[in-house]
């Protein structure tokens, strides 16, 4: 059994910052990805930022510069910072991972419970 537990989320004015943490947790052998969605009321989930293993990182042009995901390999963790927020940044933001146990069962698709963001104007 694997879990990602997401954290951070919360209310903050436009132009503001805040940081995001995931941690996975179970009988992980390796994480290929790690990545953060988001999904707004009445809106498709979009991928907002991955990070791989190798250490590269891609984000849609909609938060490249404002966005910045890292990894913690070792810890198997991630992070999320945001700045520059705007009111379209309000979402609710998923964790994602690629992952295989320690039994070597690869878990492609893996998500937290998600954790709210609210950008007032």
């Known amino acids: 059994q694997v879990q990602l537990v997401e954290s951070g989320g919360g209310l903050v004015q436009a132009g503001g910052s805040l940081r995001l943490s995931c941690a996975a947790s179970?009988?992980?052998?390796?994480?290929?990805?790690m990545a953060w969605y988001r999904q707004a009321p009445g809106k498709q989930r979009e991928l907002v930022a991955t990070?791989?293993?190798?250490?590269?990182?891609n984000y849609p042009d909609s938060v490249k510069g404002r966005f910045t995901i890292s990894r913690d390999n070792a810890k198997n963790t991630a992070s999320l910072q945001m700045n520059s927020l705007k009111p379209e940044d309000t979402a609710v933001y998923y964790c994602?991972?690629?992952?295989?146990?320690?039994?070597?069962?690869?878990?492609?698709?893996?998500w937290g419970q998600g954790t709210p963001v609210t950008v007032s104007a």
């Open positions: 990070a791989f293993s190798g250490g590269s990182t």
């Open positions: 994602n991972a690629d992952l295989t146990t320690t039994a070597g069962l690869r878990y492609p698709v893996v």
């Open positions: 179970g009988r992980i052998a390796s994480i290929y990805l």
